[in-house]
């Protein structure tokens, strides 16, 4: 990557985990957190069936991608990112969630060569596991 050129940045969302009840997270919040990591070249919402169309369409409106599927959100998610580090198609990658599932998709990333973040839904939404296993671990702020 070129010195003057800013990061090219994943952003996978694990949609059921964390557009819940209990967590108030704005679209925006998320986008702006990816933002402070560089250029946020793909940035991808996964749902499960179950998704309200409101969430889609107001996920598509800001700019993700979304990735509906029938079977495990964490699966599909986890081998996409996974799929985009080796690929050497990103500098940077973002986990959003409060899963531990994730802990493998981001030690990949960090044996490539890519900075982690993983993103919590809120203070009691985060994973030990998975903020121990990125370069940095961040909260958004629910309030």
Do not use: C, Q, W
């Not at 990591?37 to 179950?50: F, H, I, K, W």
């Not at 509906?68 to 080796?86: H, Q, Y």
């Not at 500098?91 to 969630?97: Q, R």
Request: aromatic share 6%; no cysteine; net charge negative.
């Amino acid at each position: 990557m070129d010195e003057a050129e800013p990061a090219r940045v994943g952003v996978f969302v694990d949609g059921p985990n964390v557009f819940r009840e209990e967590f108030d997270v704005d679209l925006d919040d998320i986008r702006e957190a990816a933002r402070a990591e560089g250029r946020p070249t793909l940035r991808r919402l996964y749902l499960d069936e179950g998704a309200p169309p409101e969430l889609i369409r107001a996920a598509e409106a800001r700019g993700f991608e979304v990735t509906v599927t029938s079977g495990d959100v964490d699966v599909k998610l986890a081998v996409d990112a996974t799929e985009f580090v080796v690929d050497g198609a990103l500098d940077a990658l973002v986990v959003v969630s409060r899963d531990t599932d994730f802990k493998p998709t981001v030690e990949v990333a960090n044996r490539y060569g890519l900075r982690t973040v993983a993103l919590a839904p809120g203070a009691h939404g985060s994973s030990d596991a998975l903020a121990n296993a990125a370069h940095a671990a961040l909260t958004l702020d629910t309030e």
